[in-house]
């Protein structure tokens, strides 16, 4: 299961850049690339839910996603 991967896909569905991720979870662009691009830093779950909510999905949505397209 690869939830980074999904997030990437959403956010690419979404047309949304990593700068207005970051904006929209209040992170930082260099935080979120890493947790979601490289394995340095991991996606905790207080991270995973301001990203979800920043995607307008559930936390669960993005974890069915990423079983689903394992």
């Not at 939830?3 to 569905?13: D, M």
Request: aromatic share 0%; proline share 1%.
């Amino acid at each position: 299961m690869n939830i980074a991967a999904e997030i990437r896909a959403e956010v690419g569905r979404q047309r949304m850049s990593l700068t207005d991720l970051a904006k929209a979870t209040g992170s930082t662009k260099q935080k979120l690339s890493k947790q979601i691009n490289t394995e340095e830093q991991k996606l905790e779950i207080p991270d995973l839910t301001a990203i979800a909510a920043a995607l307008n999905l559930r936390v669960s949505d993005l974890i069915i996603r990423a079983e689903e397209n394992a």
